[in-house]
C-alpha cells in the first residue's frame, strides 16, 4: 500500500487501499482519488478492501435493490444520535463501521440518491472521524440504474472486522453557532465567507422552511448576514455527476467571488444539502478550509438575538 | 383513542407486533401492494392533489361514492417506496370505508406504527399530512 502524494485536509490524511479512478473527467478535479465512476466501480465491486455504501433520503430504497455487496447507512437513524441533537460517539461509530466490514484502511465509496445529497452527507460524518479513504460514486444511484447496471436485493452478510473507537473532530470540518458568530467579522472583512445553499425563497425570508418540507421550520426567515446565494443542486448535472471543474469555477469563483484560500462555511437547513456543497468546494474546487454548519437554519432562525438578513441581497 | 376502522387497525397490530427492523420489511411489502392508478386517472397526474409534506412526490385522489364510503388513489414513483408504503397504509386501512368512520380517524394514529425508531420522525410527519389531506377531500366531497 502506497500513500498518494495528494493535498487532502490534515484529518483525513491517510493510506488508500484502492487504487484511485484515473478517468479524465475526474482528473481535473482538485482531489480526483474522492470520486469514482460508475465503471470503475462496476470493475472493482468484491475487491478486498472496498466497502460500498449507499446512504439515501428514502430509508427503503435500498431495500428495493442496491449495487451487490453493497451495505446501507441511514443518516437519520444510524448516523444521528438518537437523543441529543448530534452525530453517533466514536463507540457508536466504531460499531456502524464494524458490523459493515468497515475496517479503518477501508476504501469506502458512497453512492445515494437525489444526487448524492445524503451520500456526501454520510462521507462528510466519516470524515469528522477522519476515516482516511472516502469517496463518492460520481452519478449516484440514479447514474448507475440509468446505465442499467446490475442491481440485486440480496442482502451481503459481511464479517464483523474491529474498528478502533475514535475521537470525532468537531473543529476542522464541522462548525458550531458560536463559530459562525465569530466567523461573521471576517465575513465582513473579506477573508472568509459563508455559502447559504438552500434554495432562493429560504435565502431571502419568503419560505421558513424548504419547499415541500414544511416540518422542518423556523421562527425567523431569511439568512445569515453576508452570506452568498448558491443553490446546492446547482453543482449537479442533469445526469446527476457532479458538474465540471470548469463549471464549478464559474459559480464558485467567478460569479460568486470566493477563492480557495478563503475560510468558508457552508449551511442549509440541518447540515445536509450544505455537505454536498462542503464536497465540491474541498474535494472538487481544492478549497483548504470549509466547514459544514449543521446546525445550519434550524438552528439560526430559532435562535435568539443573532443577526438575519432578508432579501435577496447578501446584507 | 377513537376506534379504528377495523383494516386500519389490523395493520396497527401487525406494525406493534413486530420489533423496528421487521417494521421496515412490512413497509416494504406494503409499498409493493400498492395498486396502480385506474385508467380514468391514468394521465391525470395534474387532477390530483400532490401531498408537498412527503419528501417524494406523491399524487392523491379520493371519491366518496353514493353509499358514502371512500375510495383513495395514490400514485407515487418506485424511487420513493416509504412515501409508497404511508400511501398503501392509507389505502390499505381506509379505502372502502365510511365517510365517518375515515374522518374519526385521529390525527395521530401513525404514532402507534411504532415507525418512529425505524423510519425517523421527521419522515413519518409525511404521513400526517397525508391523512389529514385524506380528511379535507372527505368533508368537501360530503359537505
Redesign the interface.
Known sequence: MTALRVSVPRTIVGAMALPADTDPKLADYAHPERLVTTEWLAANLGTEGLVVVESD?????Y??GHIPGAVKVDW??EL?D?VTRDYVDGTRFAEICGERGIGRDTTVVFYG?RNNWWATYALWVFALFGHADVRILDGGRAKWVAEGREMTTEQPTPATVEYPVVERDDVTLRAFKDDVLAHLPKVRSGDGALVDVRSPGEYSGELLHM??????GAVRGGHIPGAASVPWARAAAEDATFRSRAELEAIYLQEQGLSADDDVVAYCRIGERSSHTWFVLTHLLGFAHVRNYDGSWTEWGNAVRVPVAQGSERG | MAELPEALAELVDDFSAVGPKDR??L??EL?QELPGLPERYADAADSMEQV?????PLFLAVEVDDAERVHLFFSAP??????R?FASIMHTGLDGEPAADVLAVPDDFYIALGLG????P??L?GMAAMLSRIKKQVRAHTA
Not at chain 1, 419547499?211 to 422542518?216: C, F, N, R, S, T
Not at chain 2, 408537498?52 to 417524494?56: G, I, K
Open positions: 433520503e428514502d430509508v427503503l430504497l431495500d428495493t437519520h437513524t444521528n438518537p440518491d419547499p415541500d418540507y414544511p416540518q422542518e | 421496515l420489511q413497509l416494504l409499498s408537498h409534506e412527503c419528501q417524494s418506485p424511487e420513493a417506496p416509504t412515501t408504503g425508531e425505524a423510519v425517523s421527521l419522515r410527519r
